[in-house]
């Protein structure tokens, strides 16, 4: 299968979405842990009030914050990468 030259990331913005991953990835990784053992008791809010309050550390913009895929999606440049952690993977993938 072909990608079409708009849907290709440089190099360098690859690079700028493996380090917002290599600093996020610590606290959603510690915060889906703890959502699956407390999910039926604690407040989906409280969650994203973490990850907000921990993203103004990088200046990338929050677009969304996710249950499922529990994560995050972010404005790089033009781009939206999203950062998704589940039992079987973490990582990133362009989604804009």
Not at 84 to 96: D, E, F, L, Q, S
Request: proline fraction near 6%; aromatic fraction near 10%.
């Amino acid at each position: 299968m072909k990608t079409a030259p708009q849907n290709v990331m440089s190099l360098a913005d690859q690079d700028k979405a493996n380090a917002v991953s290599e600093q996020m990835m610590p606290l959603l990784s510690n915060l889906w842990g703890r959502w699956q053992d407390e999910k039926e008791y604690e407040d989906w809010r409280d969650y994203e009030n973490a990850i907000r309050i921990a993203v103004p550390l990088h200046p990338h913009p929050i677009i969304k914050i996710s249950k499922r895929p529990f994560g995050v999606t972010f404005a790089l440049g033009k781009y939206h990468i999203q950062l998704y952690i589940n039992a079987n993977t973490c990582g990133w993938k362009r989604v804009k």
